[in-house]
């Protein structure tokens, strides 16, 4: 609901402690999840996020939850579903170029990370491209389950870096939002992890300030 | 039967082949120019509706021997036209420098990965990554949006490209692209105060160049280059600021309430509608632009954009004194 909606983003802050606390606790049942199954519990916690966040958010259940990131305000409610700020398109009064009637997702999503502890520097992280086929499934799992094999691997190799390019295209990303670049195995299907080339070119060009310097000497 | 050719767009102006120089990310002639300091111009194409090349080139016409490079534009304000992949595969093999523009409205990560490749093979330099604007303003509204990428998640996706050397599914290109990779921004509508932020974004997901939305009003863009000083991003992406001749006030008004994302202040449409001759008056208001925009600090070129007023692009670069200055330099350099 578009009242609700602007609820939660003027008490982004609150929101933010809150969801903090409850990744703690999801991160915390890792073990318990992991007993019963992640696919077992998938339908009725995607169920119960569904209700929840829709109601709070107008959540669209992508299921890859950047709402810490993006000032408590869900970017998919953006009609050019973007992830990483305003279009070019805002009409006067910060409306929405699409949808005039509607504030712009992405005025309030500032908004919103302005008041919140870590918003701000979150806001500014670019975000993957979403991954479509993760549609309708619990982020709140995927969060679980992310953060806990994170910790494993830390645990176990912490020279480790990413595995997919996704995750090390959008490294800062997946350090805030992990859900956003899943790397854990998903429970009913599984991505095959593939190595990555080291990078094939260092460019040492120069820069827009190098190029003027030069050009008044 | 004569043997295949691989086609092979040089740069007339400069005859340099195509690979990168040293230290860039291109062979574009956009981004040479830019690296030596140049005060740089490039210009928006308009593209027909015809299955022609011979209308292509026609509409390059009054463009080739006034900028660096040519936009051309992937379906601008939603509007169906000839493809911005077709017009580039026609002018870079005529030696034109050209933008490719991607809109991430109509096309998926398939297929933009895929043309992006294609268009570095046909010696494409440059790519302007745009989110585009919504299908509802178009002449066909009732087209599926497809925004599978936003702006950013585009640029890092190319970046990822050229510089690791992979698509995004982690497969390796066996030769990668050589693109310069372009940004849009917009620095006169809201939110004002954090437009220069959303820039630092977009330079940290890949872009190496800039290009504005129209700038009329001067002092807006002025504060905004001042924030973009403060967070020394002219240093690390190069600034294109864009301009354009109006018509008419009537003009004008149309852009500011029909095309999303152009703010024209009211005292220059009071301006057009007491002049006598208002188109005369809107390309000195463009000249007048260009020159004060010239003297901000930060800012490394202009992007022309005259739809349909293709033919006055030359009158309006000669005027603003852009080129004799760059001949002055470029005659200092050699001497």
Known sequence: MYAVRRFAVRHSRFFEGFYRAFERVMIGLDPLFSGLGYERIERPVAFAERHVKGLLFDCKMCGQCVLSSTGMSCPMNCPKNLRNGPCGGVRPGGMCEVKPWMRCVWVEGWDGATRMRQGAERIRVVQPPVDRSLEGSSSWLRVAREKAAERRAARQDREDPGKLVIARAFRRARLFEPAAAPLAAEPATALADQAVSERTSVYKANTPAEAVSKETK | ?335
């Open chain 2, 1 to 335: 039967m004569a043997p295949l050719q691989t086609p092979e767009p040089y740069d007339p102006a400069y005859d340099v082949p195509l690979a990168p120089p040293e230290g860039h990310r291109s062979a574009s002639k956009l981004e040479r120019v830019l690296r030596r300091g140049w005060f740089a111009v490039t210009a928006e194409l308009n593209p027909p509706d015809s299955a022609d090349p011979r209308d292509v080139l026609k509409a390059a016409e009054p463009l080739k021997d006034v900028c660096d490079a040519v936009n051309a534009t992937d379906a601008s304000g939603a509007n169906c036209h000839m493809s911005s992949m077709g017009i580039c595969s026609l002018l870079s093999h005529v030696g034109i420098g050209v933008v490719l523009q991607i809109s991430c409205r109509d096309r998926n990560r398939i297929a933009i990965q895929g043309d992006v490749l294609g268009a570095a093979a046909m010696g494409v330099g440059n790519i302007l990554c745009l989110t585009g604007d919504g299908v509802g303003v178009g002449d066909q509204p009732g087209a599926k949006p497809v925004f599978d990428f936003d702006c950013m998640s585009l640029l890092r996706t190319l970046k990822t490209m050229r510089d690791d050397g992979t698509f995004l599914s982690g497969r390796k290109l066996t030769t990668p692209p050589k693109i310069f990779l372009g940004a849009a921004a917009n620095p006169c509508i809201p939110p004002i105060e954090w437009r220069a932020d959303r820039l630092e974004k977009k330079i940290r997901a890949g872009a190496d160049f800039i290009q504005t939305n129209y700038i009329y009003d001067v002092e807006i863009f002025r504060r905004y280059m001042q924030r973009v000083r403060d967070m020394g991003l002219h240093e690390k992406a190069f600034i294109l600021a864009g301009v354009g001749p109006v018509a008419s006030a009537k003009t004008a008004r149309w852009m500011r309430s029909n095309v999303p994302g152009i703010h024209i202040p009211d005292a220059v449409i009071e301006r057009l509608e007491k002049a006598e001759k208002p188109g005369e008056e809107g390309k000195k208001l463009c000249i007048e632009l260009i020159q004060q925009i010239r003297e901000i600090e930060g800012v490394a070129g202009v992007h022309v954009m005259a739809y349909r007023r293709e033919h006055l692009v030359g009158e309006i670069i000669e005027d603003s004194g852009i080129l004799s200055e760059r001949m002055a330099a470029k005659e200092g350099a050699d001497g």
